[in-house]
Structures are given as C-alpha cells and as structure tokens.
C-alpha cells in the first residue's frame, strides 16, 4: 500500500515565490517519472513538468524559466519550485509518482490528494 501526500501550497502574491512538495510513502522497491499537474477552476488538468529518475525535466511553455521540478530518490519525494508566479498560476497541484511495490510487478501512477496554490494580484 502506498500514499502520495502533497504539501505546501498557498497564498501569494504575484511576482512572488513558493515551493511545493510531494512523497510517497509505504512498501516502496522502487520509483520511476515523478510528474507535477494542475487544474484551475472550470479548466482540464495539464502536465505541468516531469522528471526521470536520473533527473531529466520537461516542463510545460507556460511555466519554462520560472518552474523548477526536483527529486530526492531516496526520499520518494519530488519537488516543484515556483518563482515570479502569476494570477494564471492559480490552480490545485497535483502530483504524479510512477511506483513498483516491493510486492508488485507492474508500475502505477499514484496521485496526491492535490494542493491549492492561489497567486493574487
């Protein structure tokens, strides 16, 4: 069994800064692409960046130079800094962790619960 807690959202105010995080807890062998979601209000969810296990990162057009998306492997945690946030930013994040449990043999997404993320203007 396996939990996915994010943390660390918030207000704050445009042009402002925070850091989000998210880990994975529980009979863990092994994780693989960590990848952080949003979804504003009447909008679809959208990828927002992805990171491989050696730590490769992609990041969506709309946040490319602001975002920054990290992981700690031994940790099971991924991260997502977020600088010079804008009023479009406001959205529930979510993150996604690729997980082969210690007793299983195929890799699942697991998602967080989502965290708010409110940037004013």
């Known amino acids: 069994q396996v939990q996915v807690v994010e943390s660390g959202g918030g207000l704050v105010q445009a042009g402002g800064s925070l850091r989000i995080s998210c880990a994975a807890s529980?009979?863990?062998?092994?994780?693989?692409?960590m990848r952080w979601y949003r979804q504003a209000p009447g909008k679809q969810r959208e990828l927002v960046a992805a990171?491989?296990?050696?730590?490769?990162?992609n990041y969506a057009d709309s946040v490319k130079g602001r975002f920054t998306i990290s992981r700690d492997n031994a940790k099971n945690t991924v991260y997502l800094q977020m600088n010079n946030l804008k009023p479009d930013d406001t959205a529930v994040y979510y993150c996604s962790i690729q997980i082969l449990l210690i007793s299983g043999s195929t890799w699942d997404d697991c998602w967080g619960q989502g965290t708010q993320v409110t940037v004013s203007s």
């Open positions: 990171i491989t296990r050696v730590g490769s990162a």
């Open positions: 529980g009979s863990i062998f092994r994780t693989n692409a």
